[in-house]
């Protein structure tokens, strides 16, 4: 397993992280608390079990909150007790999200309703609730997970894919009007990490091959290979970026 890089100016700050208690969410739970940081996770299923885990192995415990963020009211509620137990929010990572696999002529309304609820619109609602106390903290940072799909134009779930390219514009558009506030806001876009999830529901070998094909680096992504990127655009380390998106993924996809 890799170690996160060290950042010490995130010691003690206050981190609320969605899908924190399983896949590149975990990682990141755990990250955090190597840092010595505070952090809250929230997440749809129980996640008591990861939560003991993690506190035994870094000495550090997360306070875990059982939450769907596509319920607005239930998100918010849960950042306002973040905020209210442990200080007010300095870094939003918005991470957790549906790739369940769709197709376009068989998507219906409540489809689209429930899929952008959960990797759209909750990254909104949650930025809203926490923007405030950044505010008044004077400055934080706001991390929303986007994926390389957009850019690609994968095929087989086109709503995950259009919420990808909405993350990113609504990522622009808050680092703008928040930059006044020092409230920094970028996303990152990781490639095919290899989670339990990925390997349970959709690697196969030759789909496997024929993404290494694509990656000018010829290994897989793990979950860890993301999160010193997170941990980087938490970091004053990263204090004058902002309205960027952070691409992890082995060089598939090229910017600029």
Same mark, same amino acid.
């Given at each position: 397993?890799?170690?996160?890089?060290?950042?010490?100016?995130?010691?003690?700050?206050?981190?609320?992280?969605?899908?924190?208690?399983?896949?590149? /969410?975990?990682?990141?739970?755990?990250?955090?608390?190597?840092?010595?940081?505070?952090?809250?996770?929230?997440?749809?299923?129980?996640?008591?079990?990861?939560?003991?885990?993690?506190?035994?192995?870094?000495?550090?415990?997360?306070?875990?909150?059982?939450?769907?963020?596509?319920?607005?009211?239930?998100?918010? @509620?849960?950042?306002?007790?973040?905020?209210?137990?442990? /200080?007010?929010?300095?870094?939003?990572?918005?991470?957790?999200?549906?790739?369940?696999?769709?197709?376009?002529?068989?998507?219906?309304?409540?489809?689209?309703?429930?899929?952008?609820?959960? !990797?759209?619109?909750?990254?909104?609602?949650?930025?809203?609730?926490?923007?405030?106390?950044?505010?008044?903290?004077?400055?934080?940072?706001?991390? !929303?997970?986007?994926?390389?799909?957009?850019? %690609?134009? !994968?095929?087989?779930?086109?709503?995950?894919?259009? @919420? !990808?390219?909405?993350?990113?514009?609504?990522?622009?558009?808050?680092?703008?009007?928040?930059?006044?506030?020092?409230?920094?806001?970028?996303?990152?876009?990781?490639?095919?990490?290899?989670?339990?999830?990925?390997?349970?529901?959709?690697?196969?070998?030759?789909?496997?091959?024929?993404?290494?094909?694509?990656?000018?680096?010829?290994?897989?992504?793990?979950?860890?290979?993301?999160?010193? /990127?997170?941990?980087?655009?938490?970091?004053?380390?990263?204090?004058? %970026?902002?309205?960027?998106? %952070?691409?992890?993924?082995?060089?598939?996809?090229?910017? /600029?």
């Amino acid at each position: 397993m890799l170690l996160p890089p060290i950042f010490p100016d995130l010691e003690n700050r206050s981190v609320f992280i969605t899908g924190g208690g399983s896949g590149i /969410g975990a990682t990141l739970t755990r990250a955090f608390l190597q840092q010595g940081a505070e952090v809250t996770f929230v997440q749809r299923s129980d996640a008591t079990d990861f939560q003991n885990a993690v506190a035994k192995e870094t000495g550090n415990r997360p306070t875990f909150l059982q939450c769907d963020i596509s319920d607005s009211a239930a998100l918010k @509620a849960a950042i306002k007790k973040t905020s209210d137990t442990q /200080g007010p929010v300095h870094v939003l990572v918005n991470n957790a999200a549906n790739d369940q696999r769709h197709e376009t002529l068989t998507t219906d309304d409540a489809d689209w309703d429930r899929l952008m609820a959960v !990797n759209l619109k909750a990254y909104f609602m949650a930025a809203q609730a926490a923007i405030p106390d950044m505010q008044a903290r004077g400055g934080g940072s706001i991390i !929303n997970f986007s994926s390389i799909s957009y850019m %690609m134009g !994968n095929a087989g779930y086109p709503l995950y894919v259009t @919420a !990808n390219a909405g993350i990113n514009g609504m990522t622009r558009a808050l680092a703008r009007e928040f930059g006044a506030d020092k409230i920094r806001v970028n996303a990152l876009a990781p490639g095919w990490v290899m989670t339990q999830k990925q390997l349970d529901m959709w690697v196969t070998p030759e789909a496997l091959q024929g993404q290494l094909d694509r990656q000018c680096l010829k290994e897989t992504l793990a979950p860890e290979d993301i999160s010193g /990127g997170v941990l980087f655009l938490a970091s004053d380390a990263s204090r004058m %970026m902002t309205g960027q998106t %952070m691409v992890i993924d082995g060089g598939v996809v090229v910017t /600029g």
